[in-house]
């Protein structure tokens, strides 16, 4: 890990919020930035008490996707089992989000690019705000995909649309986003945080039970 913090757990009740705090790389994802969510995952899985996850994106932002100025993976480097555990990792973080035991909301808002898209897949709700803009284009710049985040695309919005928007790379605007289902929520960029606070508040008002998963 380096000094810097790329995420920010902050826990009040029944209510965790994780925030990515790369606002000034439009929270663009590293390897230092999948250790803290794995890490912070794997601390609220042991939380009964916490209910509700918010996950979010500081600055003008969620995230801007792989960090093309480094690499998004860790040096890949060893015998072919250690390659393949290495490889895996984005992968197994994004099933550690679509397991942990809390209800998952995704505050979605500027660039939701590439990786970014399938961490925002992999969470219950997603409410964005109207100047959201999804794009897979990892084929567009010729990087792999290597996530193998696309089964949750395809359990999202189905399988022709995420084939439309993974092989054309194109971007995707709210509206759309709203009707795929991506988005079960779009409001203005100035309503956005009254919006995941009222959806937090409807999920704290049903009882406990109902909401586990």
Known sequence: MTNEQVVRLDV???????????AAKLNALNDDVRRALQSALTELEERPDVRIVVLAGEGRAFSAG?????????????DWTTRRHRTGTWQRLLEQLDRVPQVTVARL????????????????????????????????????????????????????LTRDWVMTCRPVASEE?????????????????????????????????????
């Open 12 to 22: 009040e009740g029944a209510v965790a919020r994780l925030t990515l705090t790369r």
């Open 66 to 78: 792989a960090d093309l100025t480094s690499t998004a993976y860790p040096p890949v480097e060893g």
């Open 177 to 213: 986003l709203l009707r795929s289902g991506y988005a079960q929520r779009v409001v203005t960029a100035d309503e956005l945080d009254a919006a995941v606070e009222e959806c937090v508040a409807q999920l704290l008002a049903v009882p406990p039970g109902p909401l586990a998963r």
């Open 109 to 160: 808002h500027g660039h939701v690019i590439g990786g970014a898209a399938l961490l925002a897949a992999a969470c219950d709700i997603r409410i964005a705000g109207d100047d959201t803009v999804v794009r897979i284009h990892e084929l567009a710049i010729g990087i792999p995909l290597t996530w193998a985040g696309t089964p949750l695309l395809v359990r999202e919005i189905g399988l022709p």
